[in-house]
């Protein structure tokens, strides 16, 4: 492992694939010099819409859609019953139109994003945190015509047609 990292801080020192020193000698502080300029802050997230996406246009006309992603985690709890995750997602420009147009509530979506956490002044005056994951891009993962608008709108079958008569009860 550590030849490996020594070979990839050569690399990053533009010194080529060999550094004048051995591969197997590994100063401490050239280590941690080069792990601080590689942090990594991604998300990949696959789940369900918990409702339609909501789209905005900010005043100079970009797009923004937020949603909510439904994310089962992996263990059961202690009883054995599965948890779920509800992780806010906000997705802009054109990719927000996209969602809009073509997710809704149980659309099952993959997101790829980063952590964002910002805060702001409530109207009280108290300032309040929100983390959400905003998301570089978002693959629909549902076939294609599998969601036609929303739930009411979606047909199970076919249609077929009775009357009150041929209800038993």
């Known amino acids: 492992m550590a030849a490996v990292l020594c070979r990839r801080l050569c ?8 550094s004048r020193r051995p591969v197997h000698i590994l100063y ?8 601080v300029d590689f942090m990594l802050n991604r998300v990949i997230l696959i789940g ?15 797009a923004v859609a937020s949603f909510t992603l439904a994310v089962d985690r ?6 054995g019953e599965k948890e779920t995750d509800f992780i ?6 054109k990719q927000a139109e996209n969602c809009a147009n073509y997710l809704g509530k149980g659309s099952l979506a ?9 805060s702001y002044d409530a ?3 108290t300032r309040r945190w929100v983390t959400e994951v905003v998301a570089e891009t978002v693959r629909f993962l549902d076939k294609k015509g599998e969601r036609s608008g929303s739930p ?3 047909s199970v079958g076919n249609e077929i047609g009775f009357s009150d008569e041929d209800i038993p009860f």
């Open 28 to 35: 401490r502080k050239e280590f941690f010099d080069w792990a």
């Open 48 to 62: 369900r819409l918990t409702r339609d996406p909501e789209l905005k246009y900010t005043t100079n006309g970009t």
């Open 11 to 18: 690399r990053s020192r533009g010194q080529g694939s060999f």
């Open 152 to 154: 009411e709108d979606r």
């Open 88 to 93: 806010p997602i906000v997705v802009w420009q």
């Open 123 to 125: 109207k009280d005056g």
């Open 74 to 79: 992996f263990r059961n709890n202690a009883q």
């Open 110 to 118: 993959a997101v790829d994003g980063r952590i964002q956490v910002r």
